[in-house]
């Protein structure tokens, strides 16, 4: 993409915005797709503001998940894209690999919650399943990394995140 291999666009650091914040699935794949640019990160909670950040200008792309191998077509997603008039401009494939975190000196059988977006619940619903029988709560959030960063900010014993 020739127009995007400038470091910078009108003397600010060129900006991409991502669902989630950093640390993000999101961001991985803008790393792997941007391997030589530096830029900046507009993080957003919902991919509906990632389409806000660039109708507002605070960024000049935005880089959403719309497949997944496991789950299917991420359909919100394609009808933002209608709604919005975007296009997709480029494609990056991440193998994704999940990791259950919690605090230090939790145990499996110790986490009482597993808080993640409803996608990645889904990719580890094999997994999931006897957790979630053995009473295990899955509860739904906004972002993968942002639910690890609330544990450990808020020292959240029995929760986990995907």
Not at 43 to 53: A, I, L, N, R, W
Not at 87 to 101: A, K
Not at 118 to 139: D, N, T
């Amino acid at each position: 993409m020739p127009g995007f291999m400038t470091a910078t666009t009108q003397n600010t650091l060129f900006k991409i915005a991502i669902q989630g914040g950093k640390g993000a699935f999101h961001e991985l794949a803008a790393r792997t797709y941007f391997p030589n640019l530096q830029f900046g990160l507009h993080t957003c909670e919902t991919f509906q503001d990632v389409f806000t950040s660039l109708a507002e200008n605070h960024s000049q792309v935005g880089v959403m998940a719309i497949e997944n191998s496991v789950s299917g077509s991420i359909l919100p997603n394609y009808a933002l894209l209608r709604k919005h008039g975007m296009i997709i401009r480029g494609e990056v494939y991440l193998r994704i690999v999940q990791n259950l975190m919690a605090l230090p000196g939790e145990t499996l059988s110790s986490i009482k919650e597993i808080h993640s977006h409803p996608v990645a619940i889904q990719q580890c619903e094999l997994f999931l399943e006897p957790l979630r029988k053995k009473g295990v709560k899955i509860i739904e959030t906004s972002d993968t990394a942002l639910s690890a960063r609330r544990i450990r900010k808020e020292q959240l014993s029995g929760v986990a995140a995907l």
